[in-house]
């Protein structure tokens, strides 16, 4: 029987990956992906077709917006039938804000969405870019039995593999750049390409693919720290237009006990706008009712995110009040697990 060749298509939206130096003017520039094997040759070495697509103007991760999230998730959607991976090429700085989006608009994936990048250009002499891309296009392309190994979106950064939704950018200088502080790797890349079978997720639906595409753009993240004034959460969470806010409490989910805190937060609550308490720690979670100042939030109907990321939580709090779900359920729906984001 003839070895099966997946087809892998690779987007590049912009970032540090695609760049390389004009030793002329010792500027960076974006790079020709359709030269992609010229630059690295031992593509051609991979037991997969190659395909490449990239955003007519590349752009930097800063100005990563979920209409680029949606442009990503209609790249994925149109070459969807014919492709049986996807290589997603980003700015680190934003990546796991769009990782975790794309876990959640792409409803029903049964196909690898692995995003990568780089911290140094493409043409660099000590660059990290060619493994990252390299066994990024080898995971989307590992099929057993006639299946993808990995069917959800993740994220691969130095020798590592991750679901996206779980990871946060912990470093803008180390080559390890990324962790998953509340769940395990899926994968690890040595002399050989590791997959921990155990924590991949799988789909339970048969149904074709589907892009959520309703995204509220009047979510908000309110950090707390110490002597954050009455004035300036008032000012935030009056909003005229917000409808949602992810709050950055201490530790397992703790915030200031003052009474105006609560009154301010109960009255956004009380206008129908979700608020989601969320931990600023790298790693843990929020325990509701642990300590006396988390029941208070948990008594006024605070949505508990347990360990989800910042991120993560961004974007699905982006996803969940653009399909309008009733504030009845609003609470029970978003403390229950969608993708694979919490536990």
Request: some cysteine; hydrophobic content about 40%.
């Amino acid at each position: 029987m003839e070895k099966r060749v997946p087809e892998i298509l690779i987007i590049y939206t912009g970032g540090t990956i695609g760049m390389v130096k004009d030793y002329e003017t010792n500027a960076l520039r974006p790079f020709d992906f359709e030269n992609l094997k010229t630059k690295i040759p031992e593509l051609n070495l991979l037991e997969c077709s190659l395909k490449t697509k990239a955003f007519e103007q590349p752009i930097d991760s800063s100005d990563m917006s979920p209409d680029y999230w949606i442009a990503i998730a209609d790249i994925i959607e149109s070459n969807y039938k014919e492709t049986d991976g996807f290589v997603v090429l980003t700015g680190t700085d934003t990546m796991s804000y769009t990782a975790s989006a794309m876990s959640f608009i792409l409803e029903n994936l049964r196909k690898p969405v692995i995003f990568t990048g780089s911290q140094l250009p493409i043409g660099d002499l000590r660059t990290d870019a060619k493994e990252n891309l390299i066994t990024a296009i080898q995971v989307a392309s590992a099929f057993e039995k006639e299946e993808p190994v990995v069917q959800e979106v993740a994220l691969y950064f130095e020798y590592k593999l991750y679901r996206a939704n779980r990871t946060t950018k912990v470093s803008s200088e180390q080559f390890e750049a990324f962790q998953s502080p509340n769940y395990p790797n899926l994968g690890e890349s040595g002399v050989h390409l590791i997959f921990n079978r155990q924590f991949l997720q799988r789909s339970k639906s048969d149904l074709p693919l589907r892009i959520q595409r309703d995204l509220s753009a009047n979510v908000v993240i309110l950090k707390l720290f110490p002597g954050i004034q009455k004035e300036m959460v008032e000012y935030i969470l009056n909003y005229p237009d917000l409808q949602g806010v992810v709050l950055e409490t201490y530790g397992a989910g703790n915030a200031p006990t003052d009474s105006w805190f609560f009154e301010i937060l109960n009255k956004t609550i009380r206008r129908g706008i979700p608020i989601v308490n969320v931990t600023q720690c790298i790693s843990g979670g929020v325990l509701m009712g642990l300590y006396e100042t988390s029941t208070k939030l948990k008594s006024i109907g605070v949505i508990n995110g347990k360990n989800i990321t910042s991120e993560s939580a961004v974007a699905k709090l982006k996803l969940m009040v653009g399909q309008k779900i009733p504030v009845s359920e609003f609470k029970q729906k978003f403390e229950s697990q969608m993708r694979g984001e919490m536990s």
